[in-house]
């Protein structure tokens, strides 16, 4: 067999056990579940909680709420995109704000209501009678302190 085919099984062996590790499918789970729940989370902040949010605000939308660093006024933000103007875009920021502080509401109910069905996991009493080799090192220990 040549250097290189050895090499090559080598590295095969080498990448098998680490795909079947425990931790490798565990986190590739965990990115396949997290995708498909932050697909729910964005439904329930886009769909549901921004709408209601916006009855609340009298409608306000805060996509036009910029300012031209020219000096020039425009209507609306595309307009300004539309003439190349630089432009601090605070509406934009204060969505982004509010968006993630909607979504972060929206996780932390949705983990509450994914502990509620949570089972409790069994707590294992441990026995508080030392091994034969703890009582073999104490008495070597009490042995050692004593000859000092």
């Known amino acids: 067999m040549s250097f290189n085919l050895c ?3 080598g590295f095969v062996s080498e990448f098998k056990q680490f795909i079947s590790k425990g931790n490798v499918l565990d986190l590739a789970v965990g990115v396949i579940i997290g995708g498909a729940f932050g697909k729910i989370v964005t ?3 886009d769909d549901i909680l921004m709408p209601i949010l916006g009855l609340l605000t009298g ?3 805060f996509t036009n709420w910029f300012l031209a660093l020219d000096g020039r006024h425009f209507e ?3 307009e300004a995109k539309k003439a190349n103007a630089a432009t601090i875009n605070y509406g934009l920021f204060l969505n982004a704000i509010i ?3 909607l979504m972060a509401f ?3 109910w949705l983990v509450k209501l994914a502990n509620r069905f949570k089972q409790p996991q069994e707590v294992k009493a441990v026995d508080p ?3 034969k080799e703890q009582v073999l090192l104490t008495e070597i220990r009490d042995a050692l302190r004593s000859r000092a």
Do not use: V, W
């Open 129 to 131: 009678t030392p091994t």
């Open 7 to 9: 090499m090559l099984m």
């Open 99 to 101: 968006t993630f502080l």
């Open 76 to 78: 609306t933000l595309e």
């Open 106 to 108: 929206a996780i932390f």
């Open 59 to 61: 409608g306000h939308d």
């Open 43 to 45: 439904s329930l902040t």
